[in-house]
């Protein structure tokens, strides 16, 4: 298994950037895929990045793509997700999430995640 913590969320205006990172801790760090999804009120969890475990290939929502970037230092156990040009849409709880199989990248296909933090983009 993996423990992961989330950082970096934030309250922000409209076309700030922020960069949150997800710290793992435990065995075989490297050997996972890492995802991020985020949550508003009443919604299901929504896929935002993906980076496979040896961070060659990103994967992205198109609500995001060309605005966020997903990244991972697997000798830090950690990984990033840059988000620029943010918008008032980007409201929600982000979550950072690991796979240690192959599969989708939903919400269902992930054993280990983080609490989340919070992240606020004002008009």
């Known amino acids: 298994q993996v423990q992961l913590v989330e950082s970096g969320g934030g309250l922000v205006q409209a076309g700030d950037s922020l960069r949150l990172s997800c710290a793992a801790s435990?065995?075989?760090?490297?050997?996972?895929?890492m995802g991020w999804f985020r949550q508003t009120p009443g919604q299901n969890r929504e896929f935002v990045a993906g980076?496979?475990?040896?961070?060659?290939?990103?994967y992205y929502s198109d609500s995001v793509k060309g605005r966020f970037t997903t990244s991972r230092d697997n000798a830090k156990n950690t990984v990033y997700l840059q988000m620029n040009s943010l918008k008032p849409e980007d409201t929600a709880v982000y979550y950072c999430?690991?796979?240690?199989?192959?599969?989708?990248?939903?919400?269902?296909?992930?054993?280990?995640w983080g609490q989340g933090t919070q992240v606020t983009v004002s008009s």
């Open positions: 999430a690991a796979s240690r199989t192959p599969g989708s990248w939903t919400q269902a296909d992930f054993g280990s």
């Open positions: 435990g065995r075989a760090f490297s050997t996972y895929r």
């Open positions: 980076i496979s475990w040896s961070g060659a290939s990103t």
